[in-house]
């Protein structure tokens, strides 16, 4: 099956600082990317759909400025975390699709510390 | 709005018993639902998906599910559990303002534990 790779797969910041994660199909070229929050012992929620080449499509409540996506490949997607905060502390997870209409295919997750 | 929603957080079975994880889905169109088992600290598995060819879902891992429109439910069941199903389940519902399913909106989840 379609593999989809996340990195790094834990990271540890201090509160104000940026981090960027990456969201990597490794076997077929992505169209769509979605990124996703999950909270412990939470549900996965929709944070904002990425498409190659355009801007993303930002869920209701989630800050644009404050998570900066950027898919600039067919490969690759990348979500920043702009000074972040303890709040800010979850389970990121992207998934990927080879065009609308096709199954997503979810990366392994970063989980992310801020201290 | 769409939704789905699973009863129970947490199912705990012995193994070889029988296993059943409900969920029921509220929307105004046919939906495509889906179900998905997450491992610690890993991303999500398509376990099955329902698109309407069959109200009765086989998937991978000897699970299945029935969907009961007049029920608006969808339970993902296992004959026998073996303790490497033991996971977090959920339960999904496709964007009913998009027709293609590609967008989809996630349930609680229930986390599966299986008894020596």
């Known amino acids: 099956g379609a593999v989809v790779s996340q990195h790094p797969s834990r990271v540890i910041c201090k509160s104000g600082t940026s981090v960027k994660i990456e969201c990597r199909s490794l076997?077929?070229?992505?169209?769509?990317m979605f990124w996703y929050r999950q909270f412990p012992k939470q549900s996965l929620m929709l944070m904002a759909t990425?498409?190659?080449?355009?801007?993303?499509?930002?869920e209701q409540g989630v800050e644009k400025d404050k998570f900066l996506i950027n898919h600039a490949s067919l490969t690759l997607s990348t979500l920043t975390v702009t000074s972040a905060h303890p709040e800010d502390s979850s389970f990121y997870i992207c998934?990927?699709?080879?065009?609308?209409?096709?199954?997503?295919?979810f990366g392994p997750g970063t989980r992310l510390t801020v201290l | 709005a769409q939704s789905v929603t699973q009863l129970g957080s947490h199912v705990s079975v012995s193994e070889g018993a029988l296993v059943l994880l409900r969920c029921n889905y509220s929307s105004s169109v046919p939906p495509y639902l889906f179900w998905y088992v997450q491992y610690p600290n890993q991303g999500l598995q398509l376990l099955l998906k329902y698109t309407s060819a069959a109200t009765l879902v086989k998937g991978i891992n000897g699970f299945e599910a029935e969907f009961k429109k007049s029920e608006t439910s969808f339970h993902l069941t296992k004959p026998s559990a073996h303790m490497r199903d033991a996971a977090e389940y959920f339960c999904?519902?496709?964007?009913?303002?998009?027709?293609?399913?590609?967008?989809?909106?996630f349930g609680s989840g229930t986390r599966l534990s299986i008894r020596p």
């Open positions: 998934s990927a699709i080879q065009g609308w209409g096709n199954e997503q295919f």
């Open positions: 990425s498409n190659e080449g355009s801007k993303a499509t930002y």
């Open positions: 076997d077929f070229q992505a169209t769509t």
């Open positions: 999904a519902v496709s964007d009913e303002e998009d027709s293609s399913a590609s967008k989809i909106i």
